[in-house]
């Protein structure tokens, strides 16, 4: 795991809720956390958006 993991991690569980899904999803997007990490973190499947 990487310092960006640790970091997506406790701003969105052990952030008292600093971070949204939505940035969570932004996070995958920029390559600072992985498909799989974003699962591992959440708890739910990502899905990408579709426009």
């Known amino acids: 795991m990487n ?3 640790e ?3 406790v ?3 052990g952030g008292n ?3 949204s ?3 969570v999803k ?3 997007t920029k390559d600072w956390i992985t498909v799989d990490e974003f699962t591992e973190i959440t708890g ?3 899905e990408e958006a579709t426009e």
């Open 17 to 19: 809720g600093l971070w």
């Open 7 to 9: 970091k997506v991690k």
């Open 3 to 5: 310092k960006k993991y």
């Open 21 to 23: 899904l939505r940035q």
């Open 44 to 46: 739910e499947e990502y």
């Open 26 to 28: 932004d996070a995958v």
């Open 11 to 13: 701003y969105y569980n």
